[in-house]
């Protein structure tokens, strides 16, 4: 600054100010340091403990690391030839895992939106329940889709329908968390002012609410299909069908076909790269929309 | 030392500034009036780099700092400083944090993301946040201010950055007549004891008319009044907002002052005459 003309009366005043916030600063400081140190200690303790209780150990098993997807890519591109093939061949089964993940995430989030409005705080119908729907959503979200789908396929016996359900429970609790999460920060001041003429409680929500979080749901939505998507591809491992059970027999064949294994690798890549092209084309229309 | 030529930032189909000239000489306080995007905005995000110009030139000491890129851009923002409607604070830090941000670009970037700033640093944000007469706020956290103080915190950021010209974007617009006064005076303080350039838009006809030394008229994007604060009469400003007889200023201004001056009373007794 070049001239910082200040009366002289309150210099005592200031040279107190300037001294705490010093004071301030060094104490802020070390704790950061501290913390640093913490968080050092307790990276290279954890891995520590990690290695030593790991079979093979870290540092000897990081050069095998590549070995699988060098052994898949290797003999894919030996079997270029049959690759289009096998892509060809995957194709049903990848619409049973895609079907099973859309039917699982749109039932998932109707009872997500469900669970969300019921357990917000100054949204909830009957606000004296508000911990018992976010305790069915937490109960929901703990219980892994595999444990769910061993399960009902045990009662129902193998097949899609046990790895819809398994992974509809799921999203109804994870969507269940986001969503109501989203309707923390929505604007309370159209919800009053729908109840000053006298709207019912779901009419507040339907026309209050749901056009102030519906881009944050799709959104959120469309992301959790493709993680639904990889779900049903593992349930596929335990006998629930589609591409996941293809891309099983591909493997535990081991040499041999591992050029099917490569392009199932391939359609699930291309999946996903497709839908996410998708829902962020549609969640930019949506949030810039208007212009 | 300011040469603005032929500016023109184009949105879509709509042109939000149309080939805007002007230049100045000094360290001026210029205000730019105009209603609700007439393009004084866009053209001072233009100055600060904030909004990239479609054509034209801003030539600050014969640099043309809109043909910056990268660092070099940065570099100019840092000696550009930048005034907002909203403060634009980062709110969970502390006061004194928020106005050494004025000078990050000049350090590196790892000691400033953990929040280490040197003894001098500190102290030149203290002594800048006395000399704005809110030192004692130097700890909290810049969101328990009220909206005045944060403004002061603001300026003092930008003080910070010692900059050749002050951005200004409706510093005022936020705030209470009181509030109001005191950024203002804040502002021309700054501009009459150091020596810099502050380019302010205004929304107000009275605070152009008692603080600057210039006042650029603005509609539509392009340039339709350029003189001094006397110059600006009643029928220059209905001009500049595209308003009609009924318009009266004296019916929105916000002077903490009772509209006592003769151009008050001359728009308030046309008012009487008109009603």
């Known amino acids: 600054m070049t001239d910082m003309t200040r009366p002289a009366h309150d210099l005592t005043g200031l040279d107190a100010i300037r001294h705490d916030y010093l004071r301030m600063t060094r104490q802020r400081q070390l704790y950061t340091g501290v913390l640093i140190l913490v968080f050092i200690v307790l990276m290279v303790a954890g891995f520590d403990t990690a290695d030593s209780r790991n079979a093979g150990g870290f540092w000897e098993g990081l050069n095998q690391i590549f070995d699988f997807p060098a052994d898949v890519i290797s003999e894919a591109i030996e079997k ?3 690759l289009p093939g096998h892509i060809m061949g995957a194709l049903p089964a990848l619409i049973e895992t895609i079907n099973i993940a859309a039917v699982a995430t749109l039932i998932g989030c109707g009872f997500g939106t469900l669970f969300a409005v019921l357990g917000t705080r100054g949204l909830a119908l009957w606000p004296a329940l508000i911990p018992v729907f976010r305790r069915i ?14 399960v009902l396929i045990f009662v129902m016996g193998g097949g899609p ?18 969503f109501s999460e989203v309707n923390e920060n929505v604007d309370l001041r159209p919800v009053e002012g729908l109840a000053s003429v006298g709207a019912n409680w779901s009419l507040r ?6 056009p102030q979080v519906l881009p944050n749901y799709l959104s959120y939505g469309l992301m959790r299909l493709e993680v639904n998507i990889r779900a049903s591809a593992i349930l596929g491992f335990v006998g629930a069908g589609g591409i ?5 027999n591909a493997m535990t064949f081991g040499q041999g076909r591992f050029d099917e294994a490569a392009a199932i690798f391939i359609v699930l890549f291309v999946t996903i790269v497709v839908v996410d092209q998708i829902s962020s084309a549609v969640r930019h229309k949506l949030t810039h929309g208007g212009q | 030392m300011l040469q603005v030529e032929n500016v023109t930032r184009v949105f879509g189909q709509k042109r939000a ?20 995007g007439a393009g004084k905005s866009t053209f ?3 100055m600060n780099r904030l909004t990239d110009a479609t054509s034209g030139r801003i030539l600050v000491d014969g640099r043309d700092i809109l043909a910056l890129k990268g660092a070099e851009a940065r570099g100019w923002q840092s000696h550009c400083a930048m005034i907002f409607q909203q403060f634009n604070l980062v709110p969970r830090l502390d006061v004194a944090s928020n106005v050494m941000h004025g000078v990050l670009n000049r350090r590196s970037t790892l000691r400033t993301m953990f929040n280490v700033w040197s003894r001098e640093d500190i102290l030149r944000a203290l002594d800048i946040l006395d000399r704005l007469g809110i030192a004692e706020q130097a700890p909290k956290r810049a969101e328990a201010l009220s909206g005045g103080q944060q403004q002061r915190v603001a300026i003092a950021r930008a003080l910070m950055q010692d900059p050749q010209i002050i951005l200004a974007d409706e510093p005022i617009a936020s705030l209470d007549p009181m509030n109001a006064q005191i950024v203002m005076d804040t502002l021309k303080r700054i501009n009459v004891e150091d020596g810099r350039m502050v380019i302010a838009n205004l929304h107000t006809l009275d605070t152009a008319r008692q603080y ?18 006397a110059q600006l009469t009643t029928d220059v400003a209905r001009e500049i907002y595209g308003a009609d007889d009924s318009f009266n200023e004296a019916a929105t201004s916000t002077s903490i002052n009772r509209p006592d001056d003769s151009a008050a009373v001359a728009a308030l007794r046309e008012a009487a005459s008109l009603a």
Not at chain 1, 205 to 210: C, K, S, T
Not at chain 2, 214 to 227: K, N, P, T
């Open chain 2, 212 to 229: 600057c030394d210039r006042v650029i008229g603005m509609r539509d994007g392009r340039m339709v009044f350029d003189g001094t604060p």
């Open chain 1, 137 to 150: 959503t937490d109960i929901l979200r703990a219980i892994p889709e595999v444990v769910i789908a061993l």
């Open chain 2, 44 to 46: 001072l995000r233009m």
């Open chain 1, 205 to 210: 929500i339907w026309l209050g609410v749901f």
């Open chain 1, 244 to 248: 996941g059970y293809e891309l099983r």
């Open chain 2, 17 to 36: 500034v149309d080939n805007l000239s002007f230049s100045v000489d000094g360290p001026q306080f210029v205000g730019i009036i105009g209603r609700s």
């Open chain 1, 80 to 82: 270029a030839a049959n």
């Open chain 1, 161 to 178: 329908v046990p790895a819809m359900v398994a992974i509809a429970l799921h999203t109804a609790g994870a969507m269940g968390k986001l």
